[in-house]
Every structure is written in C-alpha cells, then in structure tokens.
C-alpha cells in the first residue's frame, strides 16, 4: 500500500514567487494535515482538514497561504507571495477518521522549501 | 495548555546499547500519544502509538510505555544499532474537542556510533 505522497521533494524560488505543494494521502484517510517544520523544531499545524472540510486552520497565515482539498482526497498548499522566512520543510500527513477511533498519523517526505 | 517535553535532547550511545528516551506532558488528559523517527531532511516515520487506556506499545527492538497520570512516556530501545540514528519525537493527541491537532516535543537526537 502506498504512503503519503508529496511533491515535489525539493523547491528552490526567489522571494516573492509562488509556490505549491501536492499531498496524496493514504487511500481512505478521511483526515489530511499540512504542517512546516523548520530545523531544530516540531511540525506546527497549519491546516487539517476532514474530508473536504478544512476544520482546523487557526495556524495559516492566511494572508500568504492557502490550501484545497475539493474532492476529499488529495491537496494542495499554496503560497502566494512567498518571503525568505517561509523556508522550511513542508510536511503532509493523513490518519483515519477520528470517529473510529484510530488516529495514527502518517507523514510523507515533505517538501524542502528555500526561499531566496 | 498542553506542552511536551523531551529528555535529553541529544543523545550519542556506542553500538548495541539499551537506551531509554523520556516524553513528558503537562496535561494527562490525552487520547494518545505517538513516537515518530525522522531522518535527516526526511519525513516522519511512525513508530509506536499508545492508547490512553494502554500501558505499552512493542515492535521489535522498540517498547513504548505510557504512565499517562505523571505524564510520562518512555521509548525503550534494546540492543541499539547505528541505522537507530535519528531524532525521536513525540507527540500527543488532546482528549477530545475540536483541539485534534497533535501536540509535539522537539525531539531527541539520537547517535549510535559503531
């Protein structure tokens, strides 16, 4: 069975450009989350969502970012204008519904992102 | 709030040692908590779930306990081999309520030198 897939693995842009990240996550995972992990810290939320609903998104700095998952399954995150302190690992993960009971999260390789 | 902490930070061992890694949290009101391994510029493997109701986790080489009323979770590693080099962290999920996002530590660097 395949894991959570991201892509790409690896971006380099200059300052002020877009960018995005892709996320398939496991087939019949309801919940998907979308985090950054900078070097040294833990992942820090930025969105989760259940099904297509993102229900979690407190974290996005949604002035800059963005993220869809119109059809439930895999996802998008977008950055528009990116700036130099948005260089980071960007991580995908997916877990089954929490209403089974079974919450056990799991990452794909993320996106190394540097901004210069 | 709920923070995670974990203990020591950095660790370098010889080969085939038993090691113990320490997680801590502020608040046992928990539904689970998980120890990942990440290697460098990789993403986060799963390693161990516990469930707040469980005492330990096993696979393999690894043992996970929980004492959720002190707020303590260890990750035993019997017999440690160089490719263990990673960081470990954990991470705890909150109870219940709409607050499902895991809460994590920083992690500790693991070395194990041949």
């Known amino acids: 069975e395949a894991g959570v897939v991201q892509s790409p693995r690896y971006k380099i842009i200059e300052k002020k450009q877009p960018v995005a990240f892709w996320c398939n996550p496991i087939s019949g995972h309801n919940t998907l989350y979308w985090y950054r992990q900078n070097l040294g810290q833990g992942p820090e939320l930025l969105i989760r969502y259940e099904n297509e609903e993102a229900v979690d998104d407190s974290q996005l700095p949604k002035d800059r970012f963005s993220a869809e998952r119109l059809k439930g399954v895999d996802s998008t995150l977008k950055i528009q204008p990116a700036e130099l302190g948005d260089s980071a690992v960007y991580l995908c993960a997916s877990s089954p519904l929490w209403g089974g009971g079974n919450t056990e999260a799991f990452f794909g390789q993320g996106t190394r992102l540097t901004v210069v | 709030k709920q923070e995670v902490t974990q203990i020591p930070a950095a660790l370098s061992v010889p080969e085939g040692e038993n090691l113990v890694l320490n997680c801590s949290f502020t608040?046992?009101?928990?539904?689970?908590l998980q120890w990942f391994r990440q290697d460098p510029g990789k993403g986060l493997t799963s390693l161990l779930l516990i469930q707040s109701s469980q005492r330990e986790q096993t696979s393999g080489r690894l043992n996970a306990s929980l004492d959720k009323s002190s707020g303590r979770s260890t990750l035993y590693i019997a017999a440690s081999q160089p490719g263990d080099s990673a960081t470990y962290l954990c991470?705890?999920?909150?109870?219940?309520?709409?607050?499902?996002?895991?809460?994590w530590g920083l992690g500790t660097s693991l070395a194990v030198n041949p």
């Open positions: 608040d046992s009101a928990i539904y689970n």
């Open positions: 991470a705890v999920n909150p109870e219940s309520g709409n607050n499902r996002k895991l809460i």
